[in-house]
């Protein structure tokens, strides 16, 4: 079992920067790839950004793509989401994701354990 705590969220104004954090329990967190996923106000959870056990492989969606990165810290047990070069349309709670197969996914069905969330609002 895995539990996730999300932080790091908050109101921004367009331009400008977040850094989210996600703080995972459990001795097996290195094995475990980690993604972010958001949801909209009246739209349904996408696609973020997601790295491989080792950190060595990351994927990020089209819309994401040069402003966010992903990054994480085994040692601490944490995955790390910049956010640069914010914009309104990326208001969202974000959700910190962790899978059992030890890649990277973009597919949130294969994401087992899921954190609470945390509001970003990028005001413009």
């Known amino acids: 079992q895995v539990q996730l705590v999300e932080s790091g969220g908050g109101l921004v104004q367009a331009g400008g920067s977040l850094r989210l954090s996600c703080a995972a329990s459990?001795?097996?967190?290195?094995?475990?790839?980690m993604g972010w996923f958001r949801q909209a106000p009246g739209k349904e959870r996408e696609f973020v950004a997601a790295v491989s056990p080792s950190g060595s492989i990351t994927i990020y969606a089209d819309s994401v793509k040069g402003r966010f990165t992903i990054s994480r810290e085994n040692a601490k047990n944490s995955v790390f989401l910049q956010m640069n070069s914010l914009k309104p349309e990326d208001t969202a709670v974000y959700y910190c994701?962790?899978?059992?197969?030890?890649?990277?996914?973009?597919?949130?069905?294969?994401?087992?354990?899921w954190g609470q969330g945390t509001q970003v609002t990028v005001s413009s």
């Open positions: 459990g001795r097996t967190f290195s094995t475990y790839g």
């Open positions: 994701a962790a899978t059992e197969r030890n890649y990277a996914s973009r597919n949130q069905r294969l994401f087992d354990y």
